[in-house]
C-alpha cells in the first residue's frame, strides 16, 4: 500500500435481491457462447494479479481462520489456468490497514495470514478499495476479493473509490458474512460501480466461500472463458458471480 498516513506497508507482517444458486442448462449454454468472444482478463503468457482483503476485526476471527485454510484452493484453481499472483490486504484497530507483498504460492500466504490476529476496531473499507486502484495504476489488477461482515463508514465515500476502481476496470467481488443491511447496501453498491459481484454466505459455511473464492480465482487467472469453464463444470460459486456479472 503507498503511505498513507493511516496505512502501514506489511513488510514482515506478524492479513435488494437474493442470488439464485444454480441456472439451467440452456441458460449457461447461452452465456458460454457469448463469453467466447470476450478477452481473457490476462494477457497471453501473463500471471493474474487478485488483492484479496479482509476485514480483521474482532468478529471475524472465526471467518479469518476458515480463509487461511481456504485460500490454498485459489491458487489451485488459478495454476491449472495460468497462475496467480495475490496481494494480502487487511486492516483492524482504529486506523490499522496493512499490505503484504505480491506472493505466487500459496503457503507463502498461508504464512502471512497465520501471523495475523484479530483486533476490536472500524471497518476501513473504503481504503482498501483505494488501495486497489493505486495498485492497478501501477501493473494492472484483475480483481478485488472483500469478505467482511459490517460497514461503518460513509457509503458515499466508498462509492466515490469504488467508482474510480470501476474505472480502471478492477471488478470487485464483495462477500459477506452474515445479513447485516448496512452492510449489504454498501457492498451491493461496491459491487455494482466496478461491474463486480455480491453475495452473501451464512456464517461458517466453509464450502459456500471456498466455492466463491475458487470461481474469482478463475476470473482473474483467465477471464471471463474461464469463469464460464468452471460454471460449466456446475460449480456454484462460478454460477452466482456469472448471474450478477453478465446483468
Not at 27 to 50: M, N
Not at 91 to 103: F, I, K, M, N, T
Request: hydrophobic share 40%; aromatic share 6%; glycine share 8%.
Amino acid at each position: 500500500m503507498t503511505r498513507h498516513p493511516d496505512d502501514k506497508s506489511l513488510a514482515n507482517p506478524n492479513p435488494a435481491q437474493t442470488l439464485a444458486a444454480t441456472s439451467t442448462r440452456a441458460e449457461i449454454d447461452a452465456f458460454l457462447s457469448a463469453v467466447k468472444r470476450l478477452t481473457p482478463a490476462t494477457g497471453t503468457g501473463l500471471r493474474g494479479r487478485l488483492i484479496f482483503a479482509l476485514d480483521a476485526t474482532m468478529s471475524r476471527q472465526p471467518t479469518w481462520d476458515t480463509a487461511c485454510k481456504l485460500q490454498a484452493d485459489m491458487f489451485r484453481e488459478a495454476s491449472a489456468i495460468g497462475g496467480l499472483d495475490v496481494q494480502l490486504v487487511y486492516y483492524r484497530g482504529l486506523a490499522e490497514c496493512r499490505s503484504s507483498p505480491w506472493v505466487s504460492q500459496a503457503e507463502r500466504l498461508a504464512s502471512l495470514m497465520e501471523k495475523i490476529d484479530c483486533r476490536g476496531g472500524h471497518t476501513q473499507i473504503g481504503k482498501v478499495v483505494a488501495h486497489a486502484r493505486r495498485e492497478t495504476e501501477r501493473t494492472k489488477v484483475q480483481a478485488l476479493v472483500f469478505v467482511g461482515d459490517a460497514m461503518e463508514e460513509k457509503l458515499d465515500d466508498i462509492c466515490h473509490a469504488a467508482g474510480e476502481l470501476g474505472l480502471l476496470g478492477v471488478p470487485a467481488f464483495m462477500f459477506q458474512e452474515g445479513d447485516d443491511p448496512i452492510a449489504e447496501r454498501a457492498f451491493r453498491e461496491v459491487a455494482r460501480l466496478t461491474r463486480g459481484a455480491y453475495c452473501r454466505f451464512d456464517p461458517g459455511a466453509a464450502h459456500q466461500l471456498g466455492e466463491l473464492l475458487r470461481a474469482v480465482a478463475a476470473y482473474a487467472a483467465g477471464g471471463m472463458r474461464a469463469l464460464a469453464d468452471l460454471s460449466a463444470r456446475r460449480d456454484a460459486g462460478a454460477i452466482k458471480l456469472i448471474r450478477q456479472m453478465r446483468q
